[in-house]
């Protein structure tokens, strides 16, 4: 099991910039791929990007690519979302998810996703 912790979160203006992080808890953080998700008001949670296990691999949504960059740090169990250039339409809740343990590769389904952060809010204004 794995307790996910983010931080980062605040109110940036258009085109200014956010670091994300997400620390967890556990001694096996290094096997399980992560992602980071983000829910809107009134709107359901969306897929923003993942990340393997090891930290090779590397999947965006669309609409981040570009912008947005997600790293992790085995050593210090953490996960990262880099923002850059954030837009307005950037603004949600945004939560770090634990994907299966062991598996290779990258998930971006949410339904595999079964450890989840409490999340933290980013503004971003015009």
């Known amino acids: 099991q794995v307790q996910l912790v983010e931080s980062g979160g605040g109110l940036v203006q258009a085109g200014g910039s956010l670091r994300l992080s997400c620390a967890a808890s556990?001694?096996?953080?290094?096997?399980?791929?992560m992602g980071w998700f983000r829910q809107a008001p009134g709107k359901e949670r969306e897929f923003v990007a993942a990340?393997?296990?090891?930290?090779?691999?590397?999947y965006y949504v669309d609409s981040v690519k570009g912008r947005f960059t997600i790293s992790r740090d085995n050593t210090k169990n953490t996960v990262y979302l880099q923002m850059n250039m954030l837009k307005p339409e950037d603004t949600a809740v945004y939560y770090c998810?634990?994907?299966?343990?062991?598996?290779?590769?990258?998930?971006?389904?949410?339904?595999?996703?079964?450890?989840w952060g409490q999340g933290t809010q980013v503004t971003v204004s015009s």
């Open positions: 990340i393997s296990s090891g930290g090779t691999i590397t």
């Open positions: 998810a634990a994907g299966p343990s062991g598996l290779y590769g990258v998930v971006a389904a949410i339904g595999e996703y079964h450890y």
């Open positions: 556990g001694r096996t953080f290094s096997s399980y791929p």
